[in-house]
């Protein structure tokens, strides 16, 4: 049987957020969505992930925080959307950035 990856998307904005969804459940993946870092985490203790997209800037916990918490217990790839192409702290906590807003049909994303 076909593993099926799972994906959390982590962003304040509904729209992108239901906009990434789309486009990852169109492409064969499970998703599960979160406002902020504090949702985040919660998903994490409930589901397995194979790979999450945070959005850098969010209320209550930003993205940079979550990372941080996730790195210490959780080994899979992020993806952050920072709309501060200078700023240099999601260049070294992520496996890779994209500018935010996102453009999903620009999403790379591992084959499955």
């Given at each position: ?23 990852l459940k ?61 700023d240099i ?24």
């Open positions: 049987m076909k593993e099926i990856y799972h994906v959390l998307v982590v962003e304040d904005d509904e729209q992108i957020r239901d906009g990434i969804e789309i486009y169109s492409q064969g993946y499970e998703v599960s969505k979160a406002a902020d870092g504090i949702e985040g985490l919660a998903v994490l203790k409930e589901k397995e992930v194979h790979l999450a997209i945070i959005d850098v800037m969010m209320p209550r916990m930003d993205g940079i925080h979550m990372v941080m918490r996730l790195r210490k217990e959780y080994d899979f790839p992020v993806i952050m959307l920072s709309a501060k192409s200078e702290i999601p260049f070294i906590m992520a496996d890779a950035i994209l500018p935010h807003p996102i453009k999903p049909i620009i999403l790379p994303l591992p084959p499955h």
